[in-house]
C-alpha cells in the first residue's frame, strides 16, 4: 500500500471525530439532574474513533513500507485468512440481527446473536457459548436500560410480555 493512501484514512478519521465531537458540545447543556445528556455517548465513541484513528496514524506512520514481493504475497492470500462464506454468514447474521430486533425484542435477538457470532469465530464449547451469549445480554441490559435509560426494543405482542417479565426478573424495570 503506497504511504499516501497509509496515512490518509487514519488521518480523515481523526478530523473527522474531531469536528464530530465540536459538534457535540451543545448537547450537554439539556441534561436534567444526575442524568446523562444526549451528548455523552456520541462523544464517548468519538473519542474512542478519534484515538484508535491516531493509534492507526501513528502505527502506519512507523511501519516501513512494504515491498512488491510482501504486497503481493498479501494480495495472492486474499482476506487474511478469512474464509468468503464465513464472512457471508457474518454479514448475514448483521443483517438479520437488525431486521429481527423490533419485532423479536433485544434480549432475545441479542442472545441468538451473540451465540451465533461466536460459532462463527470458532467458539465449540455449547456452555461457553450459551454463558456468553446469556451473560452478555444481561449486562448489556442493565448498562443501556438500568443505567443509560435507552430504550431497547421490547418487540411486538408476546415477545413484548416475555421482555417486559425478563426486566423485572433482573430488577431493571
Not at 103 to 122: D, E, S
Not at 124 to 147: D, E, H, N, Q, W
Not at 151 to 167: I, R
Request: glycine share 14%; net charge positive.
Amino acid at each position: 500500500m503506497p504511504a499516501l493512501a497509509r496515512v490518509v484514512a487514519p488521518l480523515a478519521g481523526v478530523i473527522v471525530a474531531v469536528a464530530l465531537f465540536a459538534a457535540t458540545r451543545g448537547l450537554g447543556g439539556v441534561a436534567r439532574g444526575e442524568q446523562l445528556g444526549p451528548g455523552f455517548w456520541p462523544g464517548l465513541v468519538l473519542i474512542g474513533l478519534g484515538l484508535a484513528s491516531a493509534a492507526k496514524l501513528v502505527e502506519n506512520l512507523r511501519r516501513a513500507a512494504p515491498n512488491d514481493h510482501a504486497v503481493a504475497r498479501a494480495g495472492a492470500a486474499g482476506l487474511g485468512g478469512v474464509r468468503r462464506g464465513t464472512l457471508l454468514l457474518a454479514i448475514a447474521t448483521i443483517v438479520l440481527y437488525v431486521a429481527l430486533t423490533p419485532w423479536l425484542g433485544f434480549p432475545l435477538v441479542t442472545v441468538g446473536f451473540v451465540a451465533a457470532f461466536m460459532m462463527l469465530a470458532g467458539a465449540r464449547s455449547p456452555v461457553a457459548i450459551g454463558a456468553a451469549a446469556v451473560l452478555g445480554t444481561v449486562g448489556l441490559l442493565y448498562v443501556f436500560v438500568k443505567l443509560v435509560y435507552l430504550p431497547l426494543p421490547k418487540g411486538d405482542g408476546a415477545f413484548e410480555t416475555m421482555t417486559l417479565a425478563l426486566y423485572r426478573g433482573l430488577g431493571i424495570f
